[in-house]
């Protein structure tokens, strides 16, 4: 091989190593910045990976709401009919909040077993679902699990 094409193959190796640590990069900081939704099933069945922000989505569990009159912090829990997470929030609940209502929480668990959010929204009218929570919910109900009718005492 002569001295030319081997200095043009030290640069087309030098060229792909780049590219290659470059995507390399950019796939890592997708990855941290990816927020995955995950159902109260998904959390209660530990399918959520530690320590890692995610969203939360399910219905405000009627008669689970606490606020604190000291601060802003807010208790509530999120079911989607089958499991239940408690969620500790501090700051300004959205308008909308409400028993009942669908939400999806950005946040992550702590060593309890809570989920501490930083977001909680539920910016769309009382007849609105977010589509990952009506999943959620429609994929508890066709659940072999949950059917009232096959756990004995129940649903009769």
Do not use: C, W
């Not at 390399?24 to 530690?50: C, H, K, R, W, Y």
């Not at 500790?88 to 909040?97: E, K, N, Q, R, S």
């Amino acid at each position: 091989m002569n001295p030319k094409r081997k200095q043009r193959l030290a640069l087309i190796g030098a060229l792909v190593t780049l590219v290659a640590v470059a995507v390399g990069l950019m796939l890592m900081a997708l990855n941290e910045n990816i927020n995955l939704f995950f159902s109260p099933t998904q959390v209660a069945a530990g399918e959520v990976p530690d320590n890692h922000v995610f969203r939360l989505g399910g219905l405000v569990e009627n008669g689970s709401v606490k606020r604190r009159q000291d601060s802003l912090e807010v208790e509530f829990k999120v079911t989607d009919t089958a499991h239940n997470i408690p969620v500790v929030y501090t700051g300004i609940l959205p308008d909308l909040f409400r028993e009942g209502q669908g939400i999806i929480a950005l946040g992550r668990l702590n060593g309890n077993g809570q989920f501490v959010a930083d977001e909680v929204l539920a910016k769309h009218d009382e007849n609105y679902m977010p589509p990952e929570v009506a999943e959620a919910l429609k994929a508890v109900e066709t659940s072999p699990g949950n059917n009232p009718l096959s756990h004995p005492g129940q649903g009769s």
